[in-house]
């Protein structure tokens, strides 16, 4: 069995100076991962782990909760034309932390969808308590190649006008989680619009919720899923496979 990390962080300072990892993950069976960048310094770093590793890609953008980084919108485009840029994110909106500048975080979004149909490139859309907000802009703003509602939020609604859209929808480790209520908002997605992730180093799975996340946990994401939707742990690993290579055009 092989998975697709869709979406991870190994740009953060929690994985700095930690040796082999990526080896030891790719080995665990995750064969193909995403490195996300939130803000410049990050989307570099990004770039430089996909640079020397054959089977991590990276995405570039800055997120709503960096908005602080929008003058280095500019440098950031240059970033796009390596290779390995698979995505414009991890961009969007998001409230809960951010409530003083929501104007702001539209506007950089808005730039980043921009930038996202220029180099004809999907996103990877961060949302959180901006539902309507985040819909409405991207029925206003549609990014040609569409995208993923990375770590996507459980909410029914938000899933449903995602989907009619045509984004994919990932889900991370929170699935797991025993108050997490996500049975109904799995449901929901098509098979062929299913990618998992982890967002490592954070929402570890249970059962090892409170410990640093990595890639390596991806698969209790894939098996949370595999036993609600009834279908062999292999199928959902190879069809997360699949549509993850096809959004992100790998």
Request: glycine residues 4%; proline residues 4%.
């Amino acid at each position: 069995m092989q998975f697709f990390d869709s979406h991870a962080h190994y740009n953060d300072e929690k994985f700095k100076n930690e040796e082999n990892i990526l080896e030891n993950i790719y080995n665990s069976g995750v064969t193909r991962l995403v490195c996300a960048g939130y803000n410049f310094v990050s989307s570099m770093k990004a770039i430089e782990l996909a640079k020397n590793y054959d089977f991590v890609y990276a995405t570039c953008g800055i997120s709503p909760n960096d908005v602080e980084d929008i003058d280095n919108l500019n440098k950031l485009e240059d970033l796009l034309k390596n290779k390995k840029v698979v995505a414009i994110g991890e961009i969007g909106l998001d409230y809960y932390w951010n409530k003083e500048n929501k104007e702001l975080q539209k506007k950089l979004f808005i730039k980043q969808i921009e930038l996202a149909n220029k180099y004809n490139l999907p996103i990877v859309i961060h949302t959180r308590e901006a539902s309507l907000d985040t819909i409405e802009i991207l029925k206003d703003y549609p990014c040609k190649r569409r995208g993923i509602f990375h770590c996507c939020p459980l909410n029914q609604e938000l899933i449903k006008a995602g989907i009619s859209l045509g984004y994919y929808i990932s889900f991370s480790g929170n699935i797991t989680f025993k108050n997490a209520k996500a049975d109904p908002c799995i449901d929901l997605v098509p098979l062929d619009k299913l990618l998992i992730e982890t967002d490592s180093p954070y929402l570890t799975p249970e059962p090892y919720r409170g410990t640093r996340n990595d890639s390596t946990k991806v698969k209790l994401v894939a098996k949370k899923i595999s036993n609600l939707k009834n279908i062999p742990l292999e199928e959902i690993a190879k069809l997360t496979y699949k549509n993850a290579n096809k959004i992100f055009n790998i």
